[in-house]
C-alpha cells in the first residue's frame, strides 16, 4: 500500500525516484514528485498505475531516503535555525493547501498572494517550496547544507596527483582515484562470474579482484605468456568497490518495459527484420586460454549484427582472429539463434522475452572492410536464405550508444571507437577507449563472451532509440509489421554459414585439429572399423572456431543435410576449448614433449665424449 511521503524509483530508460506528497481520500489519486533533478514539477498520477508499476517489478520502494532529515537540528547554529524559520514561515500556509498548492494554475495565484504578503521574489517561493517537497515534507528540509557544499551528487573529475574523497587515516596504505579505467575493472569483477556460481558475496568478490586484477604481470613477447609479479601497493578500498557497485547498479538485471501501445506510431522506416547490418569492434584486452590460464590467446573481435529498424542487436559472435566475412556470419547464424538457451551456455539465465530475435534478415549491410575481397553476389546466405549481402554505406560509427554499453565493461580499441559516442555519465569520457593493463592475461574467452552478453542486454533495454528502447521498437514492429520476420530451423542456419574444413577418419573417430568425434552415422556405418582395417579417408566438417565440442559432417549425397559429431572419450578433457585454445594447448604440450628428448640425447652424447 503506497502512503505519504513514500519513495518510488524507477530505473529505466532513465533513473526517477518520486516522492508522494498526497493522496486524495478515496486513495484513487496522488500527486508525485521528482527529488532528483535540481527543478521539478508536482505530477498527477494514478494510485492504482503506481501500484500495478510496483507489483511488475517496473518500480520499487525505496527503503532510504536519499534526502534524510538533518541530525539534532536543534544544535545547528543559530544562525541555520533563523534561516530555516525564516522560510518555513513563508511557506508554512502554502503548503497546507493541498491539493491546490499541487495544482499549476491555482498555485500560482497562491504563490503572488504569498509574495506580496512576505515581500519576497518569485524564484524565492519556489526554491522553498521544491526544497520542502524534495526532502521529506518537513520543516527541517529548510535547513541550510552548507556542510555539504561541493557538487553534491556530481562525479568528481580525476587530476593527476590529487587524490579524491577524504584523506586516508595515520598509517593507512595510500589510496587509489577510481577513475573510469578503475571503475570498469569493478564492474568486470562484479558481473564476469556465471549465475550458477556461488551466491554473490561483496566481499568475496572483492578480495578476488584484487587477487587477479592488482598484482603485476608482464607477458613475453616472444611466447605470449603470463609472468605473475608481486601486488601492487596503491589498492582501492572495499568502501570504493561497494560504492561504485551500488552507484552504476551493476547487479541489477536490465527489466524489459512494456511493449509500445498498438496505437503509437514511432515513425520510423522499415519493418523489424528486413535488415541487419554487420559490423565488427576490436576489444583492448588479451584474453588468457581456459586450458593454461598462463597462456595469452589474442586480442578478441566483437562481431554484431544490428536490426536497422529497431536498432536492436540481433546476434554476436565473438572471435580470436583479424576481423574477417566467416566471422560476421556467424554473428548472423547467432541472430537465427535461441537466445535463451544460447546465454545458458554461458551461465546467464534469461526469459524468452528478453532477447526475442530468432531470424534471418532479407538484407544484410556488411562493413566495406569485412566485405573486401568476399563476392557476396554469390554468398551462401543468398544462394540457401535469399538473403542479399550489400555493402553497407557510410555512417556515423556503430548503433548508436552500443559502444558506450560495450566500453562500461570492455576496453576497445582506439581505431574502432571512432566517434567518441561512448561518453558515459559521470563526464569522465569512458568511452574514449582507455587501455587498462591490469585486465591483461585474466579474463578467458567464456568470460569475455559472458560480459559482451551483459552489455548488448543492457544495451537493447536501456537505451533509448527516439523515446523507445531497441527491445521495445522491435516487439511493437513485430506485431505491427511483422511480415518481414523469417524464421529457419536454427541448426540449418549455423551449420549452412560455419566455416569448413577437412577432416579425417580414423579408427579413433573423426578427427578435426587433433579431436576425435563420433556421429550416429559413422557409429552405424562402422567408419572407424574400417579405418582401422582399411585406412584412413577424408570428410568435410563444418565446425565453430569458438567451441569445438561438436563438429558438423557434411553429407556430400544431401547437400542440406548434416550430422552432429560430439567429443568422443578420449578427446573429453578438451570440452569447451577454442580452435586456437586446443592449438596452443598441442603446441605447449609438444615442447614438453620435444625438450626431454633433447636434454636426455644431449647428455648421452656428452657421456660419450667423455670417454
Known sequence: MITRNDLIEYADPQRKVFRVLWIDDAGTAAYIFNVLPKTAEAQLARVAMLEADLAAGRARLLAEDPWPLPQQPALRPPKHLQIRDRAWDVVRDLVAMEPAIYEPRRRGQLVMACMERHNVSHPTVYRYLRRYWQRGLNADALLPDYANSGARGKIRAVSEGVQRGRPRKAGAAPGVNADAAMRRIFRVAATRLPESAAPFARRAVFDQMLRDFFHQRSIETDTMRVRPGEQESALPTYGQFSYWLDQDHLLDKPQPLPPLPAATDPGRPGRPGAAFRVEAIRADVRLVSRADRGQVLGQPVIYTATDVFSGMVAGIYVGMERPNWRHALLALANAAADKQRYCLRFGRDIGAATWPAQHVPGLVFADAALAAGVDLEHDVLLNQFQARCLVAPPHEGHAPGLEAELARRIPLRHDVARHGQGADQDGEGEGETLRCARMDGVLDLEQFTRLVIDSVLHYNHSNPQGGAT????????????????????????????????????????????????????????????????????????????????????????????????????????????????????????QRQFVEPVHSVAFEKMVAALAR
Open 470 to 589: 531497441p527491445q521495445q521498437l522491435w516487439a511493437w514492429g513485430a506485431v505491427q509489421r511483422g511480415a518481414a520476420l523469417r524464421q529457419f530451423p536454427e541448426d540449418l542456419v549455423r551449420c549452412c554459414l560455419l566455416p569448413v574444413t577437412e577432416a579425417m577418419v580414423t579408427a579413433q573417430g573423426i578427427r578435426v585439429q587433433g579431436n576425435h568425434y563420433e556421429c550416429v552415422r559413422a557409429l552405424d556405418e562402422q567408419w572407424f572399423e574400417r579405418a582401422a582395417k582399411h585406412g584412413q579417408w577424408p570428410v568435410k566438417v563444418a565446425y565453430d572456431p569458438a567451441s569445438l565440442d561438436m563438429v558438423y559432417l557434411l553429407d556430400p549425397r544431401a547437400p542440406l543435410h548434416f550430422h552432429a559429431c560430439h567429443l568422443a572419450d578420449g578427446s573429453s578433457m578438451h570440452r569447451r576449448l577454442s580452435s586456437i585454445e586446443l592449438s596452443l594447448l598441442r603446441a605447449q604440450q
